[in-house]
């Protein structure tokens, strides 16, 4: 049986206040050293589709940011306790994706072997607050129907499993090439009812056309999508950019989309379409720029240590980190980090490793805020410095959490 969408909220709701109490109890963080949760998820609840907008269980608009894995099957020990603990608390990200590949030794070489992976990295990234996207990664061969019985067994499975959480959005198609948008939207509409049957209110995130990118790949663009879209509730539409190789025409085009359809950028770089080459990071910002103002999460590629331009850490990070701070991360590594850090907003150049930097006018401390380490506070008339990175919440605040700040 199928569980109605109030009872889901309501389950997932418990689950996320039982892990919270579990693993970061509050005051727990100060007197354990543990840094406190982001508890994003907790905080937005189940998200759901409000005209073009993400919004959250209250109705609020939310933009989502974070961060993309490579290929799990090269890149599995780059997700780990420590990387997921930076992602959530060192980045302050909201978001992770989880990139199955589907060829390319990926799940068709051991379908069980790779369900069960995704189902303890779920379990791993949910128990960080972060919502987690479930990225079905086709991409050789273009058309999603050469796969559609393995994402249906696929979906069916992960759909059954973790279809209570309100963290969990399913990307089904990564980038369909080759087809056209009625052979990807009928492929679509196979899919969708097959995660409905277990998960009747999940985010599906839906690939288009030429690499997902409308179509403008290909000379067509997002029109087709508007005169034919997928009549389904709470879905979106997913658009992928490389800023060194899409420039303007691709985000006048995103910028039209957004405007009548609900878009969600799954995969983003700021170097070219293959992740590699000289980034781009002035371009990257105009698309920053436009996601923030019509409220677009995003997802940047990738959170491994690939020799490519495009990965964030440095070659051998993975075998042991760490992952915390920017001393092993690459230059669009450092970036990034800052941007996911400060909102998407841009501060200039990427920035190196701060060494006690000036306290100017600090800002009142607040609940659900991130601070990083060295970040100063005013609490009671008192300056506050913080020794670890967190994300704030009630019953933190700086005298009674020493294990997370220090008087200045």
Known sequence: ???????????????????????????AGAASGDPAAPAVAARHGQLHVCGTMLCDSAGEPVQLRGMSTHGLQWYSQCVNGDSLDALA??????????????QEGGYETDPAGYTAMMHGLIEDASAR?????????????????????????FFAEIAREHGHRDNLLYEV???????????????????????RQHDADGVILLGTAAWSSFGLSDGMDEQQVIDDPVE????????????????????NALSRAADQLPVFVTEFGTQDYAGEGANDFAMAQQYLDLMEDKGISWVNWNFSD??????????????GGPYTGTTRLKEAGVWIRDRIL??????????????????????????Y????????????????RCLQPHTALPGWEPPGAPALWAAA
């Open 89 to 102: 608390h060192d980045w302050g990200a909201d978001v992770v994706r989880l990139s199955m590949y589907l």
């Open 232 to 251: 389904a509730s709470n879905i979106m539409y997913t658009f992928h950019f490389y800023a060194a190789s899409h420039r303007e025409p691709y985000l």
């Open 173 to 195: 198609a990564n980038e369909p090439n080759g087809v056209t948008w009625g052979r990807i939207k009928s492929y679509h509409e196979q899919i969708i009812p097959v995660i």
């Open 342 to 367: 400060e909102g998407g907003k841009s501060s200039g150049p990427p920035a190196e490793d701060p060494s006690d930097p000036p306290v100017t006018h600090p800002a009142a401390w607040g609940p």
């Open 306 to 319: 690939d020799h490519r331009s495009g990965a964030v850490f440095e070659t051998g990070t993975c075998s």
């Open 129 to 153: 607050g972060l919502y987690v996207i479930v990225d079905w990664h086709m991409l050789t061969p273009g058309d999603p129907h050469h796969n559609l019985g393995r994402a249906k067994t």
């Open 369 to 384: 805020t991130h601070y990083s380490a060295d970040a100063h506070v005013v609490y009671e008339g008192v300056v506050y």
């Open 1 to 27: 049986m199928t569980a109605s969408p109030r009872w889901k909220r309501l389950l997932g709701l418990f689950a996320a206040l039982a892990v919270t109490a579990v693993l970061y109890p509050l005051g």
